[in-house]
């Protein structure tokens, strides 16, 4: 942590490097939000089909995102997140996976609760992926929803390890 600049008070420096913490965060996730952007426009429009890695990749990225953003104007949803984690890591083992399954678990997360333009943003990029990527997965190659789960689950898990 930088050290406080000379004549501040110690409130005013804890102040300053809570602040600077703050920025650093935010910026961290606007990297990520812009490489999940990326992600979600450029991996199924090169190939013309979904990999099973792509599938895994953008569910983890816009997992993380929702999650991050949910822990950072809501902390006490923290446990609401880490059963949801675990019920996405049983379901990616499992053999049986189906996209109902998925909107079950996302269903019973606060995040229709979120406020503010970028909560709006990554919650409707979710969507998108729900109903356009997983929903095209699902009728065509339900074992591949086992990705997603997997990926969600990374997800939902980095950023609550992020988040103190």
Not at 43 to 69: D, H
Request: net charge positive; glycine share 8%; aromatic share 6%.
């Amino acid at each position: 942590m930088p050290k406080p600049r000379a004549g501040l008070f110690p409130k005013q420096a804890r102040r300053n490097n809570e602040s600077l913490i703050m920025k650093t965060k935010f910026a961290l996730l606007a990297l990520c939000l812009c490489a999940s952007v990326a992600i979600l426009f450029t991996g199924c429009k090169t190939t013309g089909t979904l990999t099973p890695q792509s599938i895994q990749n953008k569910a983890k990225g816009i997992a993380y995102l929702v999650t991050a953003e949910s822990l950072l104007q809501h902390p006490e949803w923290k446990e609401y997140f880490q059963v949801a984690s675990l019920e996405f890591a049983t379901l990616g083992a499992s053999t049986n996976v189906g996209l109902p399954q998925i909107t079950q678990i996302i269903s019973e997360l606060p995040v229709k609760q979120l406020k503010g333009e970028r909560a709006q943003i990554y919650l409707t990029v979710g969507t998108m992926f729900l109903q356009d990527d997983l929903g095209e997965v699902g009728v065509s190659n339900p074992a591949e929803l086992m990705r997603a789960a997997q990926g969600i689950h990374e997800g939902i898990d980095l950023a609550v390890n992020l988040t103190k």
